[in-house]
């Protein structure tokens, strides 16, 4: 029986004059089959020991050996079935497909390699990574996302009469709460972010605040998904197709039942659009993407000087120094 490759993190497995070549795979690469290349990192922190592992390049889409195995969800069906674009959910950019990339025997030239073996910096590779990555997705490609999502569900609202009811008020209120608080974390992030190392001349994101944004939203946008089901109502996933409306037998039963403030045409537009995140990848993806909540979790715990705020809280409370 044949036994399975233990190695599965991307890792060398043959040094060469010209370059390297590595086995492995990357697994919920999202975007990568449509990128013309991808920066590869090492999964963790390595050890010693574990220098094949601590390896970072660039590798062009299409290379010999790289195999990308794509994800297949309702979605995909959906695209491949519908007559044309505008009946989907996203009709302009669709849904992001993501994929398991998978390194058989790729080579590597040196000049697309950029960390080869050496361990002890691998981990303060994927720390740096980590942090601007949580700033942008808590409050840059997220919260771009809810507004949106916002958006929509504000024209849900008014095409079914009820924008002024207190209750869609403040649950709408709510959204733009969760949202603008994301992205006041992720300002603060970049404009109190520092040279690291000093002398580089690269600048990161500050830490506390860029944690706080993912995890910000990674509540937050389950939040903002729960008001548009709320808002948009049972329509959001009980529509008929919108192809209906093109059907000479149901057409009109359609227009008629389907109207409300707005026309049945506009309703069910945005009524898909809202289906596209509420029943949707998004809670998840966003929950998941630039790590759990619970990485972020143990960051802001670590990074919090507890000596600084424990001295504040004695000085006003009269508390000698122990």
Same mark, same amino acid.
């Given at each position: 029986m044949e036994q399975e490759d233990p190695d599965v993190y991307v890792h060398v497995v043959e040094k060469r004059e010209d370059g390297i070549v590595v086995r492995g795979a990357k697994v919920s690469q999202s975007g990568a089959i449509g990128s013309h290349e991808t920066l590869v /990192? @090492?999964?963790?922190?390595?050890?010693?020991? !574990?220098?094949d592992f601590a390896v970072a390049f660039a590798v062009p889409n299409g290379t010999e050996g790289l195999t990308y195995i794509c994800q297949y969800t309702p979605f995909t069906a959906e695209r491949e079935l519908s007559p044309d674009v505008k009946y989907l959910g996203n009709p302009l950019y669709g849904q992001r497909e993501t994929c398991i990339m998978v390194f058989d025997n790729v080579f590597i030239p040196w000049e697309h390699v950029f960390m080869c073996g050496e361990a002890k910096y691998s981990g303060r590779l994927v720390a740096r990574f980590a942090k601007t990555h949580r700033m942008n997705c808590g409050g840059a490609c997220?919260?771009?996302?809810?507004?949106?999502?916002?958006g929509a569900t504000q024209l849900a609202a008014e095409f079914s009469g009820v924008q002024k009811a207190p209750h869609i008020v403040e649950k709408m209120t709510d959204m733009i709460r969760i949202n603008e608080t994301a992205r006041a974390c992720t /300002? @603060?992030?970049?404009?109190?972010?520092?040279? !690291?190392p000093a002398g580089s001349g690269f600048f990161q994101p500050d830490d506390i605040f860029g944690n706080a944004a993912k995890l910000t939203i990674a509540d937050g946008f389950w939040d903002i998904l729960k008001w548009a089901g709320d808002i948009g109502g049972g329509m959001a996933v009980t529509m008929p197709s919108e192809l209906e409306l093109e059907n000479p037998e149901t057409a009109h039963y359609v227009r008629k039942f389907m109207k409300a403030s707005a026309p049945a045409e506009q309703r069910l537009r945005i009524a898909k659009f809202i289906q596209n995140w509420c029943a949707g990848l998004h809670g998840?993806?966003?929950?998941h993407g630039a790590g759990s909540p619970m990485a972020q979790k143990m960051a802001l715990y670590a990074l919090t000087n507890f000596e600084e705020k424990k001295s504040l809280a004695r000085s006003l409370a009269g508390l000698r120094e122990e």
């Amino acid at each position: 029986m044949e036994q399975e490759d233990p190695d599965v993190y991307v890792h060398v497995v043959e040094k060469r004059e010209d370059g390297i070549v590595v086995r492995g795979a990357k697994v919920s690469q999202s975007g990568a089959i449509g990128s013309h290349e991808t920066l590869v /990192i @090492a999964t963790m922190g390595m050890r010693q020991g !574990e220098e094949d592992f601590a390896v970072a390049f660039a590798v062009p889409n299409g290379t010999e050996g790289l195999t990308y195995i794509c994800q297949y969800t309702p979605f995909t069906a959906e695209r491949e079935l519908s007559p044309d674009v505008k009946y989907l959910g996203n009709p302009l950019y669709g849904q992001r497909e993501t994929c398991i990339m998978v390194f058989d025997n790729v080579f590597i030239p040196w000049e697309h390699v950029f960390m080869c073996g050496e361990a002890k910096y691998s981990g303060r590779l994927v720390a740096r990574f980590a942090k601007t990555h949580r700033m942008n997705c808590g409050g840059a490609c997220k919260v771009g996302f809810a507004d949106l999502i916002i958006g929509a569900t504000q024209l849900a609202a008014e095409f079914s009469g009820v924008q002024k009811a207190p209750h869609i008020v403040e649950k709408m209120t709510d959204m733009i709460r969760i949202n603008e608080t994301a992205r006041a974390c992720t /300002i @603060a992030a970049a404009l109190k972010g520092h040279e !690291e190392p000093a002398g580089s001349g690269f600048f990161q994101p500050d830490d506390i605040f860029g944690n706080a944004a993912k995890l910000t939203i990674a509540d937050g946008f389950w939040d903002i998904l729960k008001w548009a089901g709320d808002i948009g109502g049972g329509m959001a996933v009980t529509m008929p197709s919108e192809l209906e409306l093109e059907n000479p037998e149901t057409a009109h039963y359609v227009r008629k039942f389907m109207k409300a403030s707005a026309p049945a045409e506009q309703r069910l537009r945005i009524a898909k659009f809202i289906q596209n995140w509420c029943a949707g990848l998004h809670g998840a993806g966003t929950w998941h993407g630039a790590g759990s909540p619970m990485a972020q979790k143990m960051a802001l715990y670590a990074l919090t000087n507890f000596e600084e705020k424990k001295s504040l809280a004695r000085s006003l409370a009269g508390l000698r120094e122990e």
